[in-house]
């Protein structure tokens, strides 16, 4: 059996203040790659798969969480302007 470790969380999004408290799972997560894509997932386990496929093992240490879609969607709006192409 897997052990996880309980948490608070903080929602990342603009200027949100929601926190979920002594929980194990997160709302949303979302990262900036290093290709400068965005992701979004329901959890950091489902990131951590999706990072697998990349041939990445590991979370980059800049994850964000979300207390919902309107946050997590705030966030990506921010993202498009901040991204860079090569």
């Not at 897997?2 to 979302?30: F, I, Y």
Request: charged share 20%.
């Amino acid at each position: 059996m897997t052990m996880q470790t309980v948490v608070n969380v903080s929602c990342d999004g603009p200027e949100c203040q929601h926190v979920r408290a002594k929980d194990t799972n997160h709302w949303l997560v979302g990262v900036v790659l290093y290709n400068n894509s965005i992701t979004l997932a329901f959890s950091r386990a489902v990131l951590v798969l999706h990072m697998s496929g990349t041939g990445s093992s590991c979370i980059p240490e800049d994850v964000k969480d979300f207390c919902g879609e309107a946050c997590a969607s705030k966030w990506v709006s921010k993202m498009f302007t901040e991204i860079k192409h090569d």
